[in-house]
């Protein structure tokens, strides 16, 4: 199914996933699914350049810096898209009823519990809650 949606062949990426027992592959399926929906979510946005580019006039632009981030997560830079994630979390815990912290934990959940990425993060997003 990965193969599949890194190629933009998410439709049948989708109907792959469905036709898998969840209960067989729980956590390698969430992670499919997630990085589907990612792929989605990037195909509706400005490209990394632009968002870049808006960024550089307006580090502020919470929008900029969330879409920006889905773009990375599409593109599987994960270490980028999840450092941009965190950052947005602290500067503005409430974007989007809370969707760079939503975001976070999908990416976890994607990478699975012992990638050293989630580990890091993971300490990181606990330390700005507390």
């Given at each position: 199914a990965r193969c599949l949606a890194e190629r933009g062949e998410l439709g049948?990426?989708?109907?792959?996933?469905?036709?898998?027992?969840?209960?067989d592959h729980k956590a390698a399926?969430?992670?499919?699914?997630?990085?589907?929906t990612?792929?989605?979510?990037?195909?509706d946005l400005p490209d990394a350049a632009e968002l870049k580019s808006r960024l550089a006039q307006n580090p502020q632009d919470?929008?900029?810096?969330?879409?920006?981030?889905?773009?990375?997560?599409?593109?599987?830079?994960?270490?980028?898209?999840?450092?941009?994630?965190?950052k947005l979390f602290i500067r503005n815990r409430s974007y989007s009823e809370g969707l760079?912290?939503?975001?976070?934990?999908q990416v976890?959940?994607?990478l699975g519990n012992d990638h050293p990425l989630v580990t890091v993060?993971?300490?990181?997003?606990?330390?700005?809650?507390?």
């Open positions: 049948e990426a989708q109907a792959v996933l469905d036709a898998v027992k969840s209960d399926l969430a992670g499919a699914k997630a990085q589907i990612f792929l989605r979510q990037a195909a919470d929008e900029a810096a969330y879409q920006l981030a889905i773009q990375q997560l599409a593109r599987q830079q994960y270490d980028a898209a999840l450092e941009g994630l965190l760079p912290h939503k975001t976070l934990l976890f959940e994607l993060y993971r300490r990181k997003l606990f330390a700005a809650l507390y």
